[in-house]
């Protein structure tokens, strides 16, 4: 099956600061998904990539897939406080996003 | 603005109880899946359904059974609830919108077995 791995597990940031979340996969994805999880609630989505090399950005937020599409990094700049929570990214298994496989996710704290 | 919603955001149930979790969503979408999520193990697909009135089990489908009668609705169904059944539950959906795939979770329901 295919595995994913996020690093780190936990980060603690100074607002103001920027940080990277790291998500590398034991095989090539067809698709990556970034979801943001706020403790006790569900996922929100943030961004999927497809192609190699892709980059996408939602405000302060930067997703990239690396081109042999094993590897994504999912950047923040500035941060706020308003970005603590955890960070999950979700592989594709099978092209059609009906088998999602999940990290474990990285806490990210932003302190004052 | 696109939805997945849970029935419920929080349930305690007894041992041996039947348990139903339902799920909406109205993106008229595929693919629905139900997962759980439990500390340090992250995300575990339980079952997934493709189309109406099928379904695929996940990666761990003992102690659970689902439903998909209609297209927008999965029912998760916990035959006879026991304590390690204890989790926080996510229903999604997924589907191509403009060309783009995309899977969309709900707020979650965490069940509590006493």
């Known amino acids: 099956s295919q595995e994913l791995e996020q690093s780190p597990q936990s980060l603690i940031v100074q607002e103001g600061k920027n940080l990277t979340i790291n998500c590398t996969s034991s095989?090539?994805?067809?698709?990556l998904y970034w979801y943001k999880q706020k403790y006790g609630e569900g996922l929100i989505f943030l961004m999927m990539?497809?192609?190699?090399?892709e980059e996408k950005s939602h405000e302060k937020i930067t997703a990239k897939l690396d081109e042999k599409k094993q590897q994504s990094s999912l950047h923040i700049t500035a941060s706020q406080p308003s970005h603590a929570g955890i960070y999950l990214c979700?592989?594709?298994?099978?092209?059609?996003?009906?088998?999602?496989?999940f990290g474990t996710g990285t806490r990210l704290q932003v302190t004052l | 603005d696109v939805k997945v919603t849970q029935s419920s955001r929080y349930l305690v149930k007894r041992t041996g109880e039947k348990v139903f979790l339902e799920c909406v969503q109205d993106?008229?979408?595929?693919?629905m899946f139900w997962y759980r999520q439990d500390p340090g193990l992250g995300l575990r697909l339980i079952y997934f359904?493709?189309?109406?009135?099928?379904?695929e089990k996940g990666d761990i489908p003992e102690g659970y059974s689902v439903s998909r009668e209609k297209k927008e609705r999965f029912s998760l169904i916990l035959e006879s609830a026991s304590t390690n059944q204890t989790s926080m539950y996510l229903c999604?959906?997924?589907?191509?919108?403009?060309?783009?795939?995309?899977?969309?979770f709900g707020q979650g329901t965490r069940l509590t077995v006493v």
């Open positions: 999604a959906s997924s589907g191509r919108t403009g060309g783009v795939t995309e899977a969309f």
């Open positions: 095989k090539t994805l067809y698709g």
């Open positions: 990539l497809q192609k190699g090399g």
């Open positions: 979700g592989a594709d298994r099978a092209g059609t996003a009906s088998k999602l496989t």
């Open positions: 993106m008229d979408h595929e693919n």
């Open positions: 359904s493709y189309d109406v009135k099928m379904k």
